[in-house]
């Protein structure tokens, strides 16, 4: 059974990590994807290591599975006229060079686009193609620039997400375009361009930061793991440790005291309503955790959640992959002999279920074929 996006061709002309990584979710869904890159050189993330795999770094095999290597030097002529053929017979091509530099080898968008019609041309930039396109983006830098540090952490030190998580929010917001314009494309007959930036899709991602920001014209400020506006939503601590509780609403905070054994925090006048609690945090936190201190974390969290309750022990990344485990959520594959395991698809379906991996390629693994099948396609 072949995914759905079977019969679509991608060409992948992009680097690090938000273009690749939107490049290796539609090879996981059934594209076929050739990747471009520097000749003896490669992607920049084939070198950001440790760890290491056999191949090259396991950065660079996170966003790079499922894909065909052909290493083409764009200062080169015969290797440009490649590069311009494979634009010129793919369905998608996304890059993220900095502003000009494709365009200065007629494979910027209405190059290409005069030549194949149809394509869905995506762009990944840190700040845009307008006052932003001269600016370098990098995660670290749009997450300081753009925010996202300023509501992360404990008050005080600004502090970054323990992954670049710019960066997979904007291949997954480019992947959505991508789709999008190919079902446009079935009724219009024509591609178009897709540009996303690291900037836009941050400030997208903030959700309800960003809108108490635009209601209040306050900017929000770190919080450590407390909600801005929901309590009890916050690590509490238990007699061995942290534990994650989570109540969106009264009912579930009732519930929530209940089980602690303290009921009658629920009528107090401080803690009846959200607001109430919200704005008596400290008095409330105090509370909980002298109830929470009787006991260890998983003895807790074994009574919270069988009382219906979303709440859980603070864990690790092991953690997270065990518990899908125990859940038969089957969180990771096997994409090859010698090659370690990598995270499965998110993505389930019910007809055109991902069911093919393949072990992110070496360096130019497949030279040979792809100039053989664009040589073959450009004689006809």
């Given at each position: 059974m072949t995914g759905p996006l079977d019969g679509v061709l991608v060409a992948d002309f992009s680097r690090v990590l938000a273009g690749p990584l939107a490049a290796s979710t539609l090879a996981d869904l059934g594209a076929?994807?050739?990747?471009v890159e520097r000749p003896g050189v490669g992607d920049d993330t084939r070198h950001w290591g440790p760890p290491w795999t056999d191949t090259s770094s396991s950065y660079f095999a996170c966003a790079n599975r499922s894909k065909k290597s052909v290493e083409l030097d764009l200062a080169d002529p015969a290797d440009l006229a490649v590069a311009r053929e494979?634009?010129?017979?793919?369905d998608v091509l996304i890059e993220n060079f900095k502003a000009g530099t494709l365009e200065r080898h007629g494979l910027g968008y209405a190059a290409v686009a005069a030549a194949n019609p149809g394509v869905v041309y995506a762009s990944i930039t840190g700040f845009g193609s307008g006052g932003g396109a001269e600016l370098a983006g990098y995660d670290f830098l749009v997450q300081a620039v753009g925010g996202l540090m300023s509501v992360t952490g404990?008050?005080?030190e600004p502090t970054k997400a323990g992954v670049a998580l710019v960066d997979v929010l904007t291949s997954k917001d480019a992947v959505t375009g991508i789709l999008a314009a190919l079902h446009a494309r079935t009724a219009t007959g024509?591609?178009?361009?897709?540009?996303?930036?690291?900037l836009s899709s941050l400030l997208g991602s903030l959700a309800n930061q960003a809108s108490a920001y635009l209601t209040t014209g306050e900017a929000p400020r770190a919080m450590g793991n407390q909600h801005p506006?929901?309590?009890?939503?916050?690590?509490?601590?238990?007699?061995?440790?942290?534990?994650?509780?989570?109540?969106?609403?009264?009912a579930q905070f009732a519930r929530l005291v209940g089980v602690l054994g303290i009921p009658g925090l629920a009528e107090d006048?401080?803690?009846?309503?959200?607001?109430?609690?919200?704005?008596h945090r400290a008095d409330l936190v105090a509370a909980l955790e002298a109830a929470l201190a009787t006991d260890t974390v998983d003895a807790w969290a074994e009574r919270l959640a069988g009382a219906g309750l979303p709440a859980g022990k603070v864990g690790t990344v092991a953690d997270g992959f065990a518990l899908a485990e125990r859940l038969g959520l089957e969180p990771t594959?096997?994409?090859?002999?010698?090659?370690?395991?990598?995270?499965r698809s998110p993505i389930t379906f019910?007809?055109?279920?991902?069911?093919t991996y393949s072990a992110p390629p070496r360096l130019g693994e497949h030279n040979d074929d792809i100039r053989s099948m664009l040589s073959k396609e450009n004689s006809r």
């Open positions: 076929e994807v050739i990747k494979l634009a010129a017979r793919c404990p008050p005080g024509r591609g178009q361009r897709v540009e996303v930036n690291l506006s929901i309590a009890p939503y916050e690590t509490l601590a238990a007699a061995d440790g942290a534990l994650a509780v989570c109540c969106g609403n009264d006048a401080r803690f009846r309503t959200n607001a109430d609690r919200v704005a594959v096997d994409v090859g002999a010698g090659v370690p395991r990598q995270v019910s007809q055109t279920p991902v069911t």
